[in-house]
């Protein structure tokens, strides 16, 4: 299902339904269509928001987690979103992390999803290859537990990022900035409820590091999805949303 990319200033991004905000933020590769049965599914109760992240647009200074960040919390502040439920996947996983630990106040819950701020396993010393199609593909298809997910679409996007000199070198930088940018001592800063939603087959962000968050976030709940990868939002959409509904349920009863 296509929907209308709305812009405010430089902010390009996806607004659907009404409710409380629940905000996605993709990862290194990631696109709209990562969370297209997600917001399908929530834009019913919530207020779903996607903003195009600007993986490539920042200048090569501000092209890390912490620039990403910055661009989250003055598009949150651009919009006035508040009582917000933060999610996000891989990078954008770190992304929230790091928005949360700064900007507390308007976050309501949080959860993340193969998220890197701890430990990632990369693409290899190897990436990216330009301009070997098979070998992008396999990269691609390792992302996930069944390789049919990595759709010829999918494959196709990623190789022409791949291929673009410049798209490559800010790659690495955000990849660097992530892996430097590790945040095993102030996870306990974290208080708003965290529910971590990990695939039991992830080998970007392997089962131990969902273990290692549930351990370090406070108030935080794990679980875990057989014949999951990395991104279990678009590997297993029905019972990534169940755990998610549940979760955001609770949050609505009263205390």
């Known amino acids: 299902m296509n929907y209308e990319i709305r812009q405010l ?13 629940l905000l996605l933020l993709h990862g290194l590769f990631g696109a709209l269509s990562n969370f297209k049965d997600l917001v399908e ?5 919530y207020k779903v928001v996607v903003p195009i992240l600007p993986l490539f647009d920042l200048d090569i200074f ?6 990403l960040e910055k661009y989250v919390h003055k598009f949150v502040e651009a919009k006035g979103y508040d009582h917000i439920h933060l999610l996000g996947n891989s990078l954008g996983g770190h992304v929230a992390l790091v928005h949360i630990l700064k900007h507390p106040e308007r976050i309501k819950s949080l959860t993340l999803t193969g998220s890197s701020g701890l430990f990632e396993n990369g693409m290899g010393d190897s990436y990216p290859k330009r301009g070997d199609y098979e070998y992008i593909k396999k990269k691609t298809q390792l992302t996930f537990f069944d390789p ?4 010829k679409e999918l494959v196709d996007e990623v190789f022409e990022i791949t291929n ?4 490559v070198i800010k790659i690495i930088a955000l990849a660097k900035s992530a892996i430097r940018n590790n945040l095993g001592e102030e996870l306990n800063q974290i208080k708003q409820p965290t529910c971590l939603i990990w695939g039991n087959n992830d080998t970007i962000t392997p089962p131990f590091v969902g273990k290692e968050f549930n351990r370090l976030i406070p108030n935080s709940e794990l679980h875990f999805v057989d014949k999951c990868g990395h991104a279990p939002m678009m590997e297993v959409p029905e019972e990534f949303n169940k755990i998610l509904d549940t979760f955001l349920h609770k949050l609505k009863q009263p205390a």
């Open 9 to 21: 200033d430089k902010f390009r991004f996806i607004e659907e339904g009404e409710g409380e905000t």
């Open 148 to 151: 049919e997910t990595a759709t």
């Open 164 to 167: 673009n000199r410049i798209k």
């Open 62 to 67: 501000h092209t890390s987690v912490g620039g």
């Open 41 to 45: 599914h929530f834009r019913t109760q």
